[in-house]
């Protein structure tokens, strides 16, 4: 939360110089307040343990939070009763016609497949260029921001020779930002993908900014100029237990799985997993809701500004 002093405070200056949110006694005087509303796309197959996941990073935070979970309705998740979906979440058909402070769109485990291949690709590229107009400021994980930052952008993705899979040192790339508002220069996050998205195509977009990589992962977060769309490509939500789960299901189906890096005490399966990535995943999401969402998003939704595309690549997939 923001901290409120003196319109004529020394200190102010230098605060917001270093990127620091202070609110004047004027501005807090004339401040609305009503809860978030956030809306997250959850693609992943085990929607209730994603859905804790993701709640229990968006629910430490002061900020009072309305959720609403979304589902396709081209394709239809195997692993949730049609009675789960039916109660618990809405449909694009059921969404769109509200606003959205913030949307989450989750990831998806078809990133071996090409993006215009998968079921759902036209029914999320309706719901990518709705949340242009609908919704205020989007966070896209892992193949949900590949999809997101390919569909926006017209940036591709490619096929590693092996399995991204483990927990990843990343280095800070831009000094003060305020979505990394208190991390260290070297910060811990999981990974788990078979594809990546590489550094020089998004240096290529002007309007993309490059906030945190990995020597041996990669990217991991890229934002727009305006902040308005973060697309983060591991998995900062994920559990202590979520990559051991995803190692030891492989490993008993017979595929060829190595054990993930740096996450096992010496990487011996054997041992219980060490967790090094929670507090700055937390710190990420609750800057992202405070300093990306609330302090930035309009008080009346009725009255959102339209997400700026930036120069877009002639690679861009065009709208259908």
Known sequence: MPVKISDALPARAILEQENIFVMTEKRALSQDIRP??????????????????L???LSNTPLQIEVDFLR????????????YLETFYKTFEQAKSSTYDGLIITGAPVEQMEFEEVDYWQELCDIMEWARKHVFATLFL????????YYHYGVKKYPLEQKMFGVFPHKVCVANTPLMRGFDDVFNAPHSRHTEVREKDVQAIPSLQILATS?????????????????IFGHPEYESDTLASEYFRDKSK???IAVPRHYFPQDDESQPPMVSWYSHAQLLYTNW??????QTTPYDLSLLPQVDEGVRSPAAPKRI
Not at 72 to 83: G, K, L, M
Not at 289 to 294: A, I, T
Request: hydrophobic share 40%; proline share 1%.
């Open 215 to 231: 020597a041996e992962a990669g990217l991991f977060m890229v934002a727009s100029e305006d902040g308005r769309q973060v697309f």
């Open 72 to 83: 396709t309705a081209t394709y239809t998740s195997t692993h949730a009763s049609a009675e």
């Open 55 to 57: 709640l229990r990073r």
């Open 36 to 53: 978030l509303r956030l809306l997250i796309l959850n693609l992943m197959p085990l929607k209730s343990k994603t859905e804790t996941s």
């Open 142 to 149: 892992c193949w949900g921001a590949q999809a997101g930052i």
């Open 254 to 256: 017979g595929l060829e």
């Open 289 to 294: 809701l405070n300093y990306y969402v609330y």
